[in-house]
Every structure is written in C-alpha cells, then in structure tokens.
C-alpha cells in the first residue's frame, strides 16, 4: 500500500470510529435522567472532545522511556 492509500485508510478509520463514538454517547445521553441531562450533556461532549484529539495525534501517545516506577513509599 502506497503512502498515500495508507493515509487515506487512515483518515476513513478515524472518521468511522469517530462517528461510532458519537452514536454511542448519544445512547448514553438518553439513559440520562431529566434532571442530569445537561450534566451528562456536557460531560460527554468533553470526552468527544478529548477522543477526536485523541485520534489527530500523530505517533505514540505515551514516550514510555519517561516513565519510571514511583518511590516505594508512595503508595500503601
């Protein structure tokens, strides 16, 4: 696969799970009692929000080479 179809492959993905996390919140959204409706309205789109940068990210997330194992007494 050229560099190019590799690309647009790419671009279908991401708008296809793109499109299929939309649906899905907007399933969660209507589990959402009247009273929490605007609340989780908001949440949701946050996360949308968060996932759509997620997915413009270009390489790995996470430089794993920085990672280092917390102090032995941070945690109980």
Do not use: N, Y
């Not at 499109?19 to 009247?34: C, F, N, Q």
Request: glycine letters at 6%; aromatic letters at 8%; a negative charge.
């Amino acid at each position: 696969m050229s560099q190019d179809g590799a690309s647009q492959f790419q671009e279908v993905i991401r708008q296809e799970l793109e499109l299929s996390v939309k649906k899905e919140l907007e399933k969660i959204l209507t589990t959402a009692s009247s009273h929490e409706f605007e609340h989780t309205k908001k949440d949701l789109d946050g996360f949308r929000k968060l996932f759509h940068r997620f997915l413009q990210e270009k390489g790995p997330s996470v430089d794993w080479g920085k990672i280092q194992r917390p102090p032995e007494d941070s945690a109980v």
